[in-house]
């Protein structure tokens, strides 16, 4: 996958946007959640002028809400530059030294099954870490980088969970493959976690799902070329190549030393 600019998902646009118009208006404890009270001198709104206040942010917010997002729909901010193009070996090694422990934890704990009666096995960490420096460019790429933080490329489509929870989202311009193995551009939605440890956290749980039981059982041994195999049979990308490309990429890093 290869992205370029990103803008916020439309929730969370008009969140924040509501958030703001109540702030203005002097309504900053409601719609923030964690804001505090606006004040005058040392005293709260209340009374008539406070009602008076709510029936302005009762008019004012939805129409604002829908201008700002006719206006914004669809309009990436401009990408921030997150590192060179082609990583280095320097920034191969910070990006398996940040990620490694993580890994090695959720090898270590395993998961819980479906049914919650066992714990699974854990993902092998040289085999996570090195899927998501695949797919994060060794952590360089915008995605990957604050406020997205998503270093395997999990998507937000409608009807995940992701969006019927409400969770944040960023739209990326994306390069995926048609049937007949051609590239194009399109727009599409991908998560944003708080960290890196949250979105590694939440690829082990996506592929410890029955859907995805090949890929996990090759992630518990360790077979690279099985993995490979897998992500391409259950259709993990677009790209009709990805399981090769992992797989290539696992032999070189381990030829070069970094796990």
């Known amino acids: 996958m290869s992205e370029s600019p990103i803008c916020l998902g439309h929730p969370?646009?008009?969140?924040?946007?509501?958030?703001?118009?109540?702030?203005?208006?002097?309504?900053?404890?409601?719609?923030?959640g964690d804001r505090v009270a606006v004040r005058r001198g040392s005293q709260r709104l209340e009374g008539p002028l406070?009602?008076?206040?709510?029936?302005?942010?009762?008019?004012?917010?939805?129409?604002?809400?829908?201008?700002a997002w006719e206006l914004l729909k669809g309009k990436p901010m401009t990408p921030k530059i997150l590192g060179p193009k082609t990583p280095t070996r320097a920034d191969q090694r910070s990006y398996v030294d940040r990620l490694r422990p993580i890994a090695l934890r959720v090898e270590r704990e395993g998961g819980i099954a479906p049914d919650g009666t066992k714990v699974l096995p854990g993902i092998k960490a040289d085999l996570g870490v090195l899927e998501s420096a695949h797919e994060s460019s060794w952590g360089l790429s915008q995605l990957a980088g604050a406020p997205a933080y998503n270093?395997?490329?999990?998507?937000?489509?409608?009807?995940?969970?992701?969006?019927?929870?409400?969770?944040?989202?960023?739209?990326?311009?994306?390069?995926?493959?048609?049937?007949a193995g051609k590239e194009y551009k399109t727009v599409r939605p991908f998560r944003a976690y708080a960290s890196w440890e949250a979105s590694y956290l939440d690829w082990a749980?996506?592929?410890?799902?029955?859907?995805?039981?090949?890929?996990?059982?090759?992630?518990?041994?360790?077979?690279?070329?099985?993995?490979?195999?897998?992500?391409?049979?259950?259709?993990?990308a677009t790209d009709p190549k990805y399981g090769a490309k992992i797989v290539s990429m696992a032999q070189a890093a381990k030829a070069a030393g970094l796990v």
Do not use: H
């Not at 646009?13 to 404890?29: C, I, M």
């Not at 406070?50 to 201008?67: C, F, Y």
């Not at 270093?151 to 994306?174: C, D, H, K, S, V």
């Open 50 to 67: 406070r009602l008076a206040l709510d029936s302005v942010i009762l008019l004012v917010a939805p129409l604002a809400a829908l201008v």
């Open 151 to 179: 270093i395997f490329g999990m998507t937000a489509e409608l009807g995940t969970y992701w969006r019927t929870q409400l969770r944040p989202y960023f739209e990326i311009i994306t390069t995926e493959w048609d049937k």
């Open 12 to 32: 969370v646009r008009v969140l924040l946007l509501l958030d703001g118009v109540a702030l203005a208006l002097g309504r900053g404890d409601d719609l923030g």
């Open 205 to 236: 749980r996506r592929i410890q799902k029955p859907d995805f039981a090949p890929v996990y059982a090759a992630a518990i041994r360790g077979d690279w070329p099985a993995f490979g195999a897998a992500l391409d049979q259950v259709k993990y």
